[in-house]
């Protein structure tokens, strides 16, 4: 058997055909459907039939690639995405310059080097590298992020569920709290292993709930209690 190639040489040799963008967007949306235990079938077949049966079986490879490159030889919690993002990708469109795994690492032991709460929150969270630095100290946290980039959501969405870790992430614009999309990462009740679910806004821990005011009574009334303090 063919030994694997490397994650990014998969993903560019697709690209050259398909276009670069639309292959990397295409196959994290892909990874989310199968990580989503069958929910989302019916668009990962929507996706697949956009290419020719030989580059969808590199699809496929391309992902086996990736989480033996995620393995990180045991040790795990290794970003899988950020790098070949910002070469190939990104070009620092809109200041995205991901933070060095090392820099993470030294930031999250100075926030709390004795380990973090039940929640561990970026607002700003592109690959989500600041989450797998915070699980490298605490892995039994919630981790929640949110990006205004959807490929950045994902790509966070993505690295989190693989290295087991459970929370919610969200592509949405933090600062003015408009919530585009939703992704809850649970334990799958049946199967007892992690998986991904699409959320609402309502269903959202992280969107910001303001407080109404009913005009009859003139109290005020939170419709949520908010998991973050803003």
């Not at 190939?88 to 993470?104: A, D, H, K, V, W």
Request: proline letters at 3%; glycine letters at 8%; hydrophobic letters at 40%.
């Amino acid at each position: 058997m063919e030994q694997l190639k490397s994650f990014s040489s998969y993903i560019l040799q697709i690209g050259h055909k398909y276009g670069l963008h639309s292959v990397f967007d295409d196959f994290l949306e892909m990874v989310v459907c199968s990580l989503s235990l069958g929910a989302k079938e019916d668009r990962y077949l929507e996706i697949v039939r956009n290419y020719e049966k030989p580059d969808a079986y590199l699809m496929a490879e391309a992902f086996g690639s990736l989480v033996i490159e995620m393995d990180n030889n045991g040790a795990g919690l290794k970003d899988g995405f950020g790098d070949f993002y910002m070469e190939y990708l990104s070009y620092g469109r809109n200041g995205q310059f991901f933070t060095p795994e090392p820099i993470c690492d030294m930031m999250v032991r100075i926030l709390n080097p004795t380990g973090f709460g039940e929640r561990v929150a970026d607002c700003c969270c592109g690959s989500g590298r600041m989450l797998l630095a915070a699980a490298r100290v605490t892995r039994n946290a919630l981790f929640f992020g949110a990006d205004i980039d959807r490929t950045c959501a994902m790509m966070c969405l993505i690295n989190l569920c693989l290295n087991g870790l459970l929370g919610e992430v969200c592509w949405m614009d933090t600062l003015m709290n408009r919530f585009y999309a939703g992704w809850r990462i649970e334990l799958h009740p049946e199967k007892a292993v992690p998986y991904i679910r699409e959320i609402t806004k309502e269903e959202s821990y992280t969107v910001l709930r303001l407080p109404e005011k009913k005009e009859i009574t003139e109290k005020l009334v939170v419709p949520q209690q908010l998991l973050f303090e803003f």
